[in-house]
């Protein structure tokens, strides 16, 4: 069974910042796509951002470019979300998520995911 498992929310106020982590134990990162997804209460599952197995050109939604920025250290097995700037809106369940191809497509079903951690903005 491949664990993913995520951590660094919690309670921010507007204008903060957050850095998710995402870590896999009993298997290596290096060579999966791995993604953040968010799911706030009531509303559908949104990809946030994604990051190739190469860690090159990742991408974003457009609800989060400038903001939220995704980065792998490959040494410590783990994937990032830097978040500043919260905004009320960005309130929700983050997920990471690998696709075994190495290579991010929103096409498709990733493969495996963690349990999630809680972000609320909240002043």
């Known amino acids: 069974q491949l664990e993913l498992v995520e951590s660094g929310g919690g309670l921010v106020q507007p204008g903060g910042s957050l850095r998710l982590s995402c870590t896999a134990s009993?298997?290596?990162?290096?060579?999966?796509?791995v993604a953040w997804f968010r799911q706030a209460p009531g509303k559908e599952r949104e990809g946030v951002s994604c990051i190739d197995y190469s860690g090159g050109r990742p991408n974003y939604a457009d609800s989060v470019k400038g903001r939220f920025t995704i980065s792998r250290d490959n040494a410590k097995n783990t994937v990032y979300l830097q978040i500043d700037s919260l905004k009320y809106e960005d309130t929700a369940v983050y997920y990471c998520a690998i696709l075994r191809s190495g290579w991010c497509d929103e096409n498709v079903d990733y493969e495996h995911w963690g349990q999630g951690t809680q972000v609320t903005v909240s002043s």
């Open positions: 009993e298997f290596s990162l290096d060579y999966y796509a």
